[in-house]
């Protein structure tokens, strides 16, 4: 914000800037005492196989819980762990419970069940953070092909020599790797046909203008097409209606996450509902 564009006064336009530098020191402090307090916790947003209506996998997002039981939202800690480099130890934490939440899963006796985890530019960029997984996987007994890493589309593509190695790193030792909000970015083609890549997650944008407007529609129709030719899993995202589940699966994408099935819920309730599924399954 320019104090032209503003309209304030040159020292109102600085004490308002200072105002904003300090809540957002303030907000990077509670973040790491956040981290160091346990405040950081995982839920789960299950993803459905539409013809069958089962669950296929869980999708780990951060949550936030403050000491009075107040929440903040990701959209508001997500990019501020990014610029700060607190990431580095939320996704470690993400990842941790992620694993966790694996090995009870295999011990309830799912161990066809995948967990999904966001991965961040910045750890993916460091070194040695394909051992440093590696050895967190070994260390809760968990088969990384049940470990999906998710990785936004502009990651993935942005200097893809570097990045391509990496992926195809991660992909040798067993991770499924999936683009996630696909369609948003800037993908090239060709790029994202050499890509190590298992699965896409068409963005909800595409999904939510099924039912509205014809040219997202089309969008969403490329992608499907384009991910079924190149071999990939295919996840539509922000599912909402039972019109575009329909829509989904009438035109080739088996698999739906979205408030239609289930919004985010903690590791409890996600085990509870794969036990129900078993036993509806056996009786
Ligand atoms: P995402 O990875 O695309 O995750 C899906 C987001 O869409 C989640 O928001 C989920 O609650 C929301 N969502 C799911 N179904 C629907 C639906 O039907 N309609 C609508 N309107 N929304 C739906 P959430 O949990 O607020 O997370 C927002 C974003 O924050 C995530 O988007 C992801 O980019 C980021 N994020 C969350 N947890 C982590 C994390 O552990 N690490 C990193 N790097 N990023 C994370
Ligand atoms: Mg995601
Ligand atoms: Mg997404
Ligand atoms: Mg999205």
Known sequence: RSPIKSGLGLAEY????????????????????????????????PQFNIATGKVIAGEALARWTREDGTR????????MAEANGLI????????????????????AGHEDIK?????SALQLARRGFMQELISIVDRY??????LELEIT???AM??????????????????PIAIDDFGTGYSSLAYLRDMPVTTLKVDRHFIHAIDQTAGDHVIAEMIIKLGRRLNMQLVAEGVETAEQAAWLLAHGC??????????????????????SQAQAMAG
Do not use: K
Not at 72 to 79: G, Q, T
Not at 158 to 175: K, M, P, T, Y
């Open 254 to 275: 088996p698999h739906a996450q979205g408030f239609l099935y289930a919004r985010p819920e903690s590791v409890e309730a996600f085990l509870a509902r794969l036990a």
């Open 141 to 146: 007994g968990v088969n990384p092909a049940r």
């Open 115 to 119: 967990v999904a985890v966001n991965v």
């Open 88 to 107: 580095i130890p939320l996704g470690n934490r993400v990842l941790h419970l992620a694993c966790q939440t694996l090995a009870r899963l295999g011990m």
């Open 14 to 45: 600085q004490a308002c800037e200072e105002h904003t530098l300090n809540q957002r020191f303030t907000r990077s402090r509670e973040l790491s005492r956040a981290l160091r307090c346990d405040q950081i916790s995982i839920e789960l947003q």
């Open 158 to 175: 942005h200097d893809h020599e570097s990045n391509g190695v990496l992926l195809r790193g991660l992909r040798e030792a067993g991770f």
């Open 153 to 155: 589309e502009s990651v």
């Open 72 to 79: 903040v939202p990701p959209s508001e800690f997500i990019s």
